[in-house]
């Protein structure tokens, strides 16, 4: 378990997967900045049997244990990419963006990667404050990127670079002597 202040990464094991698949199957739990999703318990199974030893799918659980959202980390090349999402509940409380910053300090402490990307709508104003408090830069825009209750949007790519990111801001520090 990746321990933070407020939160813990946990990660998801296969007696799980009935709650993701409740999730994964909510609308409201994606909220409108992200598509619409339907997958039966076995297809979840399948995806998760068959994902990477590099992907790294986790529950965002407050401190006594509630489940309040999910982060995963998905490898391309040298780049870790990240995707997320919390219960409507628990949205603007700040376990995102210590979620996000829990999971940079864990893939650059673990991963021989430069870089850690997420993208998000360009409407999503809650996503981009998260990303950015966590350390991302945005980089720019990705036109028509993605299909979304019936119209393609844009979205903008934010990352992160090892040299930006320097040393642990959660995860466990050494001290200097």
């Known amino acids: 378990m990746l321990e933070g202040k407020t939160v813990n990464l946990r990660i998801m094991e296969k007696e799980d997967l009935p709650l993701a698949a409740e999730w994964t199957n909510t609308p409201e739990y994606f909220g409108e900045y992200n598509p619409l999703m339907q997958m039966s318990k076995s297809e979840l199974q399948k995806k998760y049997d ?9 529950f965002i659980e407050k401190k006594d244990g509630t489940k309040i959202g999910n982060i995963g980390h998905y490898p391309q090349g040298k780049v870790q990419e990240l995707g997320y999402a919390l219960l409507s509940s628990e949205r603007k409380k700040g376990y995102c963006s210590e979620a996000l910053t829990i999971m940079v300090d864990y893939l650059f402490l673990s991963k021989d990667i430069v870089r850690i990307q997420a993208h998000t709508d360009v409407r999503n104003e809650g996503s981009q404050k998260a990303l950015e408090k966590a350390g ?22 934010y990352s992160i670079l090892r040299e930006e990111w320097k040393e642990p801001k959660i995860l466990i520090r050494t001290e200097k002597k």
């Open 136 to 157: 991302f830069k945005k980089e720019g825009i990705i036109r028509k990127v993605a299909f979304m209750r019936g119209e393609w949007r844009d979205a903008y790519i």
């Open 50 to 58: 068959n994902k990477s030893q590099d992907e790294g799918w986790y």
